[in-house]
């Protein structure tokens, strides 16, 4: 069973760049596309984009100008950097393997998440 | 964007009720449609995929119907672990959007 989880910085000041890593194990980073998801503390979740093992992305317009996904396959990791961030970046952040099933994709292993706070 | 909306946004069950969420898409989406349950403090566990595909390991009484623009999560005899909130998701077109949720509580 493969097994993701999150690690970086829990607070991150106005106007830096947020930086996350996600370590997969149990499995090979190859042949999926991994995902970034993120919920704000007592809202819903919003899709931030992801990477294909080949390295293509595909980003949410809305983050589209400040994000940057990018794998490490040797060390069987990817990492998310969100630039320019404001409180309302504030979340859990949640990386994610994206499966394929006849093309319809879904995130069927996930991280546990990890709290991310934008405050001076 | 394409928006998801789920009805009702809250409900209150008993144990071996029947529940049904719905899910609608603001367009057609034909069936690129993934249902998700997440309990309190935890990551978000996929339940159904392709909007009646079974996700290995989840139990039975989960089901998933519908295509186009309206769908439908059922649990058939709500069990005392299945109190959470769902989530639909369509990734028929990018950016992937998520319906705002339904809290299933206790009755």
């Known amino acids: 069973q493969v097994q993701l989880q999150e690690s970086g910085p829990g607070l991150v000041k106005p106007s830096e760049t947020l930086s996350l890593t996600c370590t997969v194990s149990g499995g090979s980073i190859s042949d999926y596309r991994w995902s970034w998801i993120r919920q704000p503390p007592g809202k819903g979740l919003e899709w931030i984009g992801y990477?294909?093992?080949?390295?293509?992305?595909n980003y949410n317009p809305s983050l589209k100008s400040r994000v940057t996904i990018s794998l490490e396959t040797s060390k069987n990791q990817f990492s998310l950097r969100l630039s320019s961030v404001t409180a309302a970046d504030t979340a859990v952040y949640y990386c994610?393997?994206?499966?394929?099933?006849?093309?319809?994709?879904?995130?069927?292993?996930w991280g546990r998440g990890t709290l991310v706070t934008v405050s001076s | 964007d394409i928006q998801m909306t789920q009805s009702p946004s809250s409900l209150s069950a008993s144990v071996g009720d029947r529940v049904t969420i719905t899910c609608r898409a603001s367009?057609?989406?034909?069936?690129?449609l993934n249902w998700f349950q997440q309990k309190s403090g935890k990551a978000p566990k996929l339940l159904i995929y392709a909007a009646s595909s079974l996700q290995s390991g989840v139990p039975s009484r989960f089901s998933g119907s519908g295509s186009g623009s309206d769908f439908t999560l059922t649990i058939s005899s709500l069990q005392p672990e299945d109190f959470a909130t769902y989530y639909c998701?369509?990734?028929?077109?990018?950016?992937?959007?998520f319906g705002q949720g339904t809290k299933v509580e206790i009755k």
């Open positions: 994610a393997r994206v499966a394929s099933s006849s093309f319809f994709l879904h995130c069927d292993n």
């Open positions: 990477i294909y093992y080949s390295g293509s992305t």
């Open positions: 367009q057609s989406i034909s069936s690129y």
């Open positions: 998701q369509q990734s028929y077109n990018s950016p992937w959007t």
